[in-house]
């Protein structure tokens, strides 16, 4: 097996993981007890150990060697994951949620992302890469679907089992912690070029790379801060508390969302081909923000999952062209540390917005997280559109 399908095998089961533990996690929390603002500060603090490990990606990784590096995230993912299905308290469930980086968004988006995404350019051509990027980002939304759907095992369990309370979601959290593992035996299996250690300091970015980072970071917390209004776990606690739908329900509805997503990636790429990288983020983005506002407001589950599946067909269009076009635009040698720090900026504003969302969540006003999320994502677009649709990457300039 190459490193390359290595990668793609390890992002699937990752997602898988992921995407359950990020569905689940705040009907487990509600089951147990736990008050939707200290739902949000675990969810947050889950999100802060996920931005703590794309930090010691970007800055330590190279120093350890990328391989050894890999194992050793997905060593915590299964200790904090065991961890967390074992607790009950407030305090003990969000210093397990840290430990293992359990991330709320129910999205893959953290350290081994940043070194699979970094290695995935140099195993193809300028022009293969967004192609590349997209059957990444497609397998790991089939992961994602795979695990929503599975969001519905805890009600199996209680069926058919004596299982009853929390236990059967424990049982399923502790699944997840048996597939963080088999993604650790994936990593063992990666070549010694990605083993290598490289104590040596960074190649300095230049002038140009750093101009163009340091803007688009400043766009993706905009972005990255209205998402984390809209995680996963949040958006299964709205449904939750605004329909009274059931687990199983959830994720059959994110299950849906995630296959919408999937081909969503193979479409952007082919939509990127012909109007370009910047133009597809942007206007494939927008109409999906003002989808979400409907949600919001929809008198029904029923029309609110249609509204949400219609959004999750068009909200994942900019992630391969968005990660296709960071990479594009930087030297190989500054990879790493642009898909790093990219995703480190992602990640730390995702952690601080839950807090307030869950806060927000209560009784009249379920619906705000959902509107003040959209809004501040259609102002990303169009800031994104204003400083980026004049910087084209290698491929389209040669066009």
């Known amino acids: ?21 990020g569905v689940l996690i705040g009907v487990y929390l509600a089951r147990l007890g736990i008050p939707s603002g200290s739902i949000g500060t675990i969810v947050s603090l889950g999100l802060v150990g996920a931005a ?56 893959d988006r953290g350290a081994a992302l940043i070194l699979e995404q970094a290695e995935l350019p140099a195993t193809t051509t300028s022009e293969g890469r967004t192609a590349v990027i997209a059957r990444y980002t497609m397998l790991q939304d089939l992961g994602h679907a795979l695990g929503a759907i599975a969001a519905g095992v805890p009600a199996l369990l209680q069926a058919t089992t004596d299982l009853r309370g929390a236990a059967p979601h424990r049982a399923t959290l502790l699944a997840c912690a048996a597939l963080s593992a088999v993604v650790l035996a994936l990593y063992a299996r990666l070549g010694r070029d990605v083993a290598v250690v490289a104590p040596d300091r960074r190649a300095a970015l230049t002038p140009q ?27 299964s606690y709205f449904f939750f508390e605004r329909f009274g739908v059931s687990e199983g329900v959830i994720g059959a509805l994110f299950f849906g969302a995630r296959l919408c997503n999937a081909g969503s990636h193979l479409a952007a790429a082919w939509l990127a081909r012909r109007i370009g990288l910047v133009n597809t983020m942007v206007f494939t983005h927008i109409p999906s923000s003002l989808l979400l506002v409907t949600v919001a407001f929809a008198p029904s589950f029923g029309v609110a999952a249609v509204l949400f599946l219609l959004r999750e067909g068009l909200v994942e269009m900019d ?41 927000l969540m209560t009784g009249d006003s379920m619906y705000l997280p959902l509107v003040i999320g959209a809004a501040m994502k259609v102002s990303y677009d169009l800031l994104l559109w204003r400083a980026f649709r004049g910087i084209r990457p290698p491929e389209e300039l040669a066009g």
């Open 52 to 107: 703590l490990g794309a930090i010691a990606a970007t800055f330590l990784a190279h120093r350890l060697g990328r391989r050894r590096f890999l194992l050793v995230l997905a060593a915590l993912s299964v200790l904090g994951t065991v961890a967390f299905a074992l607790s009950s308290t407030p305090l003990a469930l969000a210093a397990a949620a840290f430990v293992g980086m359990l991330n709320g968004m129910g999205k």
């Open 319 to 359: 992630v391969p062209t968005r990660q296709s076009y960071v990479l594009a635009v930087v030297r190989p040698e500054e990879r790493v540390f642009a898909s790093g720090v990219t995703n480190l900026v992602r990640l730390a504003a995702w952690a601080v917005a839950p807090v307030f969302a869950g806060a």
């Open 209 to 235: 790379s750093r101009a163009i980072l340091t803007r688009i970071c400043a766009l993706f917390a905009i972005d990255s801060v209205a998402g984390g209004f809209l995680t996963t776990a949040l958006l």
């Open 1 to 21: 097996m190459s490193d390359r399908h290595i990668y793609y095998a390890a992002a699937f089961v990752r997602a898988v993981t992921t995407s359950l533990v």
